[in-house]
């Protein structure tokens, strides 16, 4: 079937480029999953192949759970994500409702300071924030985790919003405040509902990082009790001997919440990116 | 019971002067149009009679108490947006009863106040839908019915027609007037459109850069305009303006509307060609390119049969023709 817009030659052509991409980008996490189900023997015989009754085993999963703590790792990765997520949302919906909203002086120059950090990376102030969270008692807590992602996640998430916050109506917000609303409803109740693509796109943007990140559990928290997922799967992994049933079974039960979520926001997202192109 | 007095209000965003000092009175009951071209501070002014911007200087005094500090909400004004804002998650009902909420009327009252404003302008069948739900025209009126519902001392509408489409607008416009009959409310209105203007107000601000350039009723206006932007601003087509000294007079600048001009194809004071011709059944608009008076626009009642090229002769009115000075101000 050719049409005035469709031409059979250039789908086909559009249609392999994607799969082609979609194939190279699934690769690593489909051959995580594939052996994930085989004993260590098929991992190691024939690592691209998918489990026959033969090689399939589910040792590594057995190892994972019957370590018992794992799953309390999970749970803490659970708890810093969601609450970093929580806290970037609402402190960065905030930051940007009174940079887009309020003319005050110096409005520029603090929306400037905000957004510095993308530019910034976080880590490269490591060892201050650790002499921090040793000053102040919080090393080998959650909380120590919480702060500094919120941190991270902040730039983008005002520079962002805010820009989205300006396409909000000012009749709307003038209607609410001659109704006799208050800043603070006017921004929870009509604000926020409205800029909800937007906020899927930073909540998604902001929790795979955080999700995925060592470097800070390693460094703030690498206790027993706060170990997070990342940091635990590193447990099976040994100098001399690398436990890769563990590892990979570890790393597909990881990929699991984040795909939750991901689905979750998706819908949003896609919204969220683009809208202001159309129309 | 609905009264207002600016006085000498300024209001400027950074060294942007946007209003340079407005004095305005408005009795009770009156209706009154801000009228003036984009950026002539028609919007920041009635903003500033909201309370949603600050003045830079001067007084708002509703009903006679000074408001200039007080926020909008206790002003006990109601405004009517261009672009309806309606709450998205809100019912229709809820939309109109929320400020009432706020406010802390009775449950009872603010029922009884929808039930008349929603019969009042046809929105019974409406009220539990949702504002995505409703045309550009129903959207509007559940706006104005949000206002009604609030029983204000001032209606305030910042050009609540001009998302409409022309149909819809002349039939908006005709509620808002039949409302404003019904209720005796003062309501103060800002638009562009001078024919809006005209067909609404008891009395029109015409507004120039920051500047009231005139205030009057629309045939004052229309009559005797107080100035060269004036006589422009109101009638449509514009009126013409001919440079006084091609026409061998004394003042700057002479204006005549189209409609107080005739033409004959034999004799006259200005002889033209006819460059286009604007067919609109009623009445017809000859553009003429005049020797002495250069292009100008004459309007002729019913149908008048001319072809551009044509030659025809424009006199115009002597009774009805302004002559205007060096500072644009009409002489006398």
Not at chain 1, 21 to 40: C, E, G, H, Q, W
Not at chain 1, 162 to 169: D, H, T
Request: proline content about 5%; aromatic content about 8%; charged content about 15%.
């Amino acid at each position: 079937m050719s049409t005035a817009t469709r031409s059979l030659p250039r789908t086909i052509g559009a249609h392999a480029i994607l799969l082609t991409y979609t194939v190279i980008a699934l690769f690593p996490v489909i051959l995580v999953i594939m052996n994930s189900f085989k004993s260590r023997a098929g991992i190691f015989g024939a690592p691209l192949t998918p489990p026959t009754p033969k090689t399939f085993d589910l040792i590594g999963y057995t190892t994972v759970i019957g370590q018992g703590d794992f799953i309390h790792y999970f749970q803490n990765s659970l708890v810093v994500t969601v609450a970093s997520l929580f806290f970037v949302l609402l402190f960065g919906a905030m930051a940007a409702f009174a940079l887009s909203e309020y003319r005050f002086r110096g409005n520029s120059l603090m929306g400037l300071y905000l957004a510095l950090g993308i530019m910034i990376p976080i880590r490269l102030g490591t060892v201050a924030i650790l002499q921090l969270m040793v000053a102040s008692g919080l090393v080998n807590t959650l909380t120590a985790l919480i702060l500094v992602y919120t941190a991270q996640g902040l730039p983008l998430a005002v520079f962002i919003l805010s820009e989205f916050m300006k396409q909000v109506s000012d009749d709307l917000k003038n209607a609410g405040r001659i109704d006799g609303l208050s800043e603070y409803t006017i921004f929870f109740r009509l604000v926020l509902p409205l800029v909800r693509p937007s906020m899927a796109t930073v909540a998604v943007f902001t929790m795979i990082p955080i999700w995925n990140d060592l470097w800070f559990p390693l460094i703030l928290a690498p206790s027993e009790e706060t170990k997070t997922v990342t940091l635990g799967a590193q447990l099976f992994l040994g100098q001399f001997v690398t436990n890769w049933n563990a590892i990979l079974a570890a790393l597909s039960l990881a990929i699991m919440p984040v795909l939750i979520l991901y689905v979750i926001f998706s819908r949003q997202l896609i919204r969220g990116i683009t809208s202001g192109a159309v129309k | 019971m609905g009264s207002l007095n600016i006085e000498n209000v300024k209001k400027a965003f950074g060294p942007v002067e946007v209003l340079k000092g407005i004095n305005l009175e408005v009795n009770d009951g009156e209706f009154v149009v801000f009228v003036g071209p984009s950026g002539c501070g028609k919007s920041t002014l009635l903003r500033v009679i909201a309370g949603l911007e600050d003045s830079t200087s001067g007084r708002v005094v509703i009903d006679g108490e000074d408001v200039s500090a007080t926020p909008p909400a206790k002003r006990g004004i109601a405004m009517v947006f261009q672009t309806y804002a309606l709450y998205p998650h809100l019912t229709v009902k809820n939309n109109m009863g929320l400020g009432l909420k706020q406010a802390g009327t009775p449950a009872a009252e603010i029922e009884r106040r929808i039930g008349i404003a929603s019969s009042m302008l046809s929105l019974e069948p409406y009220l539990e839908r949702r504002p995505a739900e409703l045309s550009g025209g129903q959207r509007q009126r559940v706006a104005i019915g949000r206002a009604v519902v609030r029983e204000p001392k001032l209606f305030l509408f910042d050009e609540p027609l001009s998302n409409l489409d022309a149909a819809l607008r002349v039939n908006t416009r005709l509620e808002i007037a039949q409302l404003h009959r019904r209720l005796k409310a003062t309501m103060i209105y800002v638009t562009h459109d001078q024919v809006e203007a005209m067909t609404l107000a008891d009395k029109i601000v015409v507004l120039n850069a920051g500047r009231i350039e005139q205030i009057g009723g629309p045939m004052e206006l229309y009559n005797s305009p107080a100035n060269e932007f004036v006589a422009g601003f109101i009638g449509s087509p514009k009126m013409n303006f001919v440079d006084g000294a091609r026409l061998g007079e004394t003042a700057k600048t002479i204006g005549v509307r189209p409609e107080h001009l005739t033409v004959d194809p034999t004799s006259g004071a200005w002889k033209g060609t006819v460059v286009h011709a604007e067919h609109l059944g009623a009445d017809t608009n000859l553009y003429l390119d005049c020797e002495k008076a250069g292009l100008i626009t004459v309007r002729i009642f019913g149908v008048y049969d001319a072809e551009p090229g044509a030659t025809l002769y424009a006199t115009p009115d002597p009774a009805k023709t302004y002559r205007f000075g060096a500072d644009g101000k009409v002489l006398k």
